[in-house]
């Protein structure tokens, strides 16, 4: 009975794992676009080239 009851949980982490995985990869690649994009707007905002310089960037990482 133990056997089975650990078999069935290691089953169930498996699927949750596989399931689950691509969903918390693609929020932390989102995270890290959201991140990159603060980094390069306030550097434009400091350096003021913002239209030059953000808008080609954000349409490179936007499309796939």
């Known amino acids: ?5 650990l078999g ?3 089953s ?3 699927f949750f794992s596989f399931s689950f ?14 991140i ?8 434009c ?3 003021g080239a913002c239209g030059v310089f953000e ?3 954000f349409l490179v ?3 796939p």
Do not use: K, Y
């Not at 009975?1 to 009851?5: L, P």
């Not at 995985?21 to 959201?34: G, R």
């Not at 990159?36 to 550097?43: D, G």
């Open 8 to 10: 069935s949980i290691r």
């Open 61 to 63: 990482l936007i499309s």
């Open 21 to 34: 995985f691509p969903i918390f990869l693609w929020i932390n690649c989102i995270c890290i676009i959201v």
């Open 45 to 47: 905002t400091c350096h």
């Open 36 to 43: 990159v994009m603060t980094i390069l707007h306030l550097l």
């Open 55 to 57: 808008s080609p960037i």
């Open 1 to 5: 009975m133990r056997n089975d009851w």
């Open 12 to 14: 169930f982490f498996l």
